[in-house]
T-cell receptor
Framework: DAGVIQSPRHEVTEMGQEVTLRCKPI?????LFWYRQTMMRGLELLIY????????DSGMPEDRFSAKMPNASFSTLKIQPSEPRDSAVYFC????????????FGPGTRLTVT | QKEVEQNSGPLSVPEGAIASLNCTYS??????FFWYRQYSGKSPELIMF????GDKEDGRFTAQLNKASQYVSLLIRDSQPSDSATYLC??????????????FGKGTHLIIQP
């Protein structure tokens, strides 16, 4: 079975540009999570969805960040405009259900904003 | 605000010895607790979870939980060089694996010396 798929794996962009990160969860999983990891702040939850519905976006740092999940097999995280402090590794994770303990992480997208 | 604290390390342990990793959390409402392992440049992977006070063993790994002290630990017996990684402690508000996302500590870097 394919795991969580993220694209692109690496993204280098200039400050002010729009960045879109993509995630395909494991088939059949109904919860999806976006995390960001930096050396300074560690791994932080940005937003999560249950059954394609955003449940908690309190971790989204600013209005420049937005996330969507138009269907059960696809989600995007968009940053517009991007800033150098957004440089981080962004992970998407999915989970099979409320009674399932394990969140399966994708390989991550390493974002560098210059 | 939920906080999860870990000693960043590095924690250096001789091969074959017991590695002890510790974590404290601030939110008394936390219900379930997770240990993730993250190799450099890779995504986190679940090692163990625990939600009841006491010990839980799985192979060479033992998770220990003390809710009164708000303390959770991970013991790794017969440490191997392949155990060298960063270990992330995470907590969740719900006992059923979590309807919401995880709050992570910044991780402890473990080095197993051959």
């Amino acid at each position: 079975d394919a795991g969580v798929i993220q694209s692109p794996r690496h993204e280098v962009t200039e400050m002010g540009q729009e960045v879109t990160l993509r995630c395909k969860p494991i088939s059949g999983h109904n919860s999806l999570f976006w995390y960001r990891q930096t050396m300074m702040r560690g791994l932080e939850l940005l937003i999560y969805f249950n059954n394609n519905v955003p449940i908690d976006d309190s971790g989204m740092p600013e209005d420049r960040f937005s996330a969507k999940m138009p269907n059960a097999s696809f989600s995007t995280l968009k940053i517009q405009p991007s800033e150098p402090r957004d440089s981080a590794v962004y992970f998407c994770a999915s989970r099979g259900g409320a009674s399932s303990y394990e969140q399966y992480f994708g390989p991550g997208t390493r974002l560098t904003v210059t | 605000q939920k906080e999860v604290e870990q000693n960043s390390g590095p924690l250096s342990v001789p091969e074959g010895a017991i590695a002890s990793l510790n974590c404290t959390y601030s939110d008394r409402g936390s219900q379930s607790f997770f240990w993730y392992r993250q190799y450099s440049g890779k995504s986190p992977e679940l090692i163990m979870f625990i939600y009841s006070n006491g010990d839980k063993e799985d192979g060479r790994f033992t998770a220990q939980l003390n809710k009164a002290s708000q303390y959770v630990s991970l013991l790794i017996r017969d440490s191997q060089p392949s155990d060298s990684a960063t270990y992330l402690c995470a907590v969740n508000m719900y006992s059923g694996g979590g309807a919401d996302g995880l709050t992570f500590g910044k991780g402890t870097h473990l080095i197993i010396q051959p």
